[in-house]
């Protein structure tokens, strides 16, 4: 039978798994739109993207809350300035990554007359605007900008928890 540290430990790490895998469709949108000329098939990708959103955000505060829980069950990580590091990098990416996707993609399912979103609340659907006013848009999307913050982030984040160097 685990102890309640292993057991919370489970459910940190399952939750970055869940992220990962809810994230995971956006992260190939944002590099398939590039390359997509039919706007109906850009709203389809536009949509899976946000399918998505509800496990990304759930698993990511349930990763969040875990690990704030595992650095009470061992009060000691708290005194750690690897746990610290941790927690900063993923506010700065999660706040990056919201800021960086929301500024690009909201804009776009604008563009494409589609319902978007600003500050979490649904804005009226408007006109669609001419394809090359949205490929244009498209073409100042950063798709490997945010992957290597995530990718990078994540990384650092997981090497520092499992180093534990400072």
Same mark, same amino acid.
Request: proline share 5%; hydrophobic share 55%.
């Given at each position: 039978?685990?102890?309640?540290?292993?057991?919370?430990?489970?459910?940190? !790490?399952?939750?970055?798994?869940? %992220?990962? *895998? /809810?994230? @995971?469709?956006?992260?190939?949108?944002?590099?398939? =739109?590039?390359? $997509?000329?039919?706007?109906?098939?850009?709203?389809?990708?536009?949509?899976?993207?946000?399918?998505?959103?509800?496990?990304?955000?759930?698993?990511?505060?349930?990763?969040?809350?875990?690990?704030?829980?595992?650095?009470?069950?061992?009060?000691?990580?708290?005194?750690?300035?690897?746990?610290?590091?941790?927690?900063?990098?993923?506010? !700065?990416?999660?706040?990056?990554? %919201?800021? *960086? /996707?929301? @500024?690009?993609?909201?804009?776009?399912?604008?563009? =494409?007359?589609? $319902?978007?979103?600003?500050?979490?609340?649904?804005?009226?659907?408007?006109?669609?605007?001419?394809?090359?006013?949205?490929?244009?848009?498209?073409?100042?999307?950063?798709?490997?900008?945010?992957?290597?913050?995530?990718?990078?982030?994540?990384?650092?984040?997981?090497?520092?928890?499992?180093?534990?160097?400072?």
């Amino acid at each position: 039978m685990p102890n309640l540290y292993q057991l919370v430990k489970y459910i940190h !790490v399952l939750a970055g798994f869940l %992220f990962l *895998l /809810g994230h @995971g469709g956006s992260v190939f949108v944002a590099f398939q =739109l590039k390359k $997509e000329t039919d706007p109906e098939r850009m709203k389809a990708m536009l949509d899976v993207s946000a399918a998505s959103w509800p496990t990304m955000m759930l698993s990511l505060l349930v990763l969040l809350l875990a690990g704030i829980v595992l650095g009470f069950l061992n009060i000691f990580y708290w005194s750690m300035g690897w746990m610290w590091a941790s927690l900063l990098i993923l506010i !700065v990416i999660t706040v990056w990554m %919201f800021r *960086l /996707g929301a @500024g690009t993609y909201h804009p776009l399912r604008k563009m =494409l007359g589609m $319902e978007w979103m600003i500050n979490g609340k649904p804005q009226p659907v408007e006109k669609a605007r001419p394809l090359s006013e949205i490929q244009a848009h498209i073409a100042k999307t950063r798709p490997m900008e945010m992957l290597i913050i995530g990718v990078g982030g994540f990384a650092l984040i997981l090497w520092l928890m499992m180093t534990k160097p400072f």
